[in-house]
Nanobody, 124 residues
Framework: QARLVESGGGSVQAGGSLTLSCVASGHPDNIGAVAWFRQAPGKEREFVAGMSWSGRTVRYDTSVEGRFLVTRNNTVDTMYLLMDNLKPEDTARYYC?????????????????WGQGTQVSVST
């Protein structure tokens, strides 16, 4: 089992910044690759950014590349998503997920464990 808890969401104006955190706990075998996804009302959960267990593979969706940065501190089992130059289209509930496989995947269905999510709202 793995447990994920996200925090750091909020409301900002376009061009603003937020940093999301995701703290993971549980059996180490259940915590492999980690990723951030987001879901807006009426839309499917979509990949935002993520990294493999080793950290050697990092990927971003093209819509956030250059604006978002994903980092991981294994000492405290925390993953971060630094978001700059936020746009109204970034408005969504953001979730972190992990899978018990070390390779990164961009498909939500391949993640077994999820947090409760944190809301990000960007206004014009």
């Amino acid at each position: 089992q793995a447990r994920l808890v996200e925090s750091g969401g909020g409301s900002v104006q376009a061009g603003g910044s937020l940093t999301l955190s995701c703290v993971a706990s549980g059996h180490p075998d259940n915590i492999g690759a980690v990723a951030w996804f987001r879901q807006a009302p009426g839309k499917e959960r979509e990949f935002v950014a993520g990294m493999s267990w080793s950290g050697r593979t990092v990927r971003y969706d093209t819509s956030v590349e250059g604006r978002f940065l994903v980092t991981r501190n294994n000492t405290v089992d925390t993953m971060y998503l630094l978001m700059d130059n936020l746009k109204p289209e970034d408005t969504a509930r953001y979730y972190c997920g992990t899978r018990d496989i070390r390779q990164l995947s961009t498909l939500a269905r391949e993640y077994r464990y999820w947090g409760q999510g944190t809301q990000v709202s960007v206004s014009t």
